[in-house]
Nanobody
Framework: QVQLVESGGGLVQAGGSLRLSCAASGLTFSGRTLGWLRQAPGKEREFAATISWSGATTAYADSVKGRFTISRDNAKSTVYLQMNNLAPEDTAVYYC???????????????????WGQGTQVTVSS
């Protein structure tokens, strides 16, 4: 019954921006650690950004620090990823994830500990 639905992906030129959204349903959104992960062609899935259950703490991959911002709106059960100054290396399928347990920190890397969205494609052209 839990669903995470990503949106906002697309094609953008290098230096451009995109804002991804992930709407959750079937779960209690507040108090739950959230994250955005991405998988580039031929590469393993990696964390891009996470936000704590309280919203007070965020963490980013070194490759996206200073360019990406993760945020959450508990009233809308939605987590966002603002992506600025995009580069071709950011091309990937982006997935949102929500921890199955509430009030957990840091976010688990294990698939079985998270709910997952279906992904949205981000393509950055040079």
């Amino acid at each position: 019954q839990v669903q995470l639905v990503e949106s906002g992906g697309g094609l953008v030129q290098a230096g451009g921006s995109l804002r991804l959204s992930c709407a959750a349903s079937g779960l209690t959104f507040s108090g739950r650690t959230l994250g955005w992960l991405r998988q580039a062609p031929g590469k393993e899935r990696e964390f891009a950004a996470t936000i704590s259950w309280s919203g007070a703490t965020t963490a980013y991959a070194d490759s996206v620090k200073g360019r990406f911002t993760i945020s959450r709106d508990n009233a809308k059960s939605t987590v966002y990823l603002q992506m600025n100054n995009l580069a071709p290396e950011d091309t990937a399928v982006y997935y949102c994830a929500a921890a199955k347990s509430r009030f957990t920190a840091p976010m688990s890397r294990l698939d079985e500990n998270n709910y997952w969205g279906q992904g949205t494609q981000v393509t950055v052209s040079s």
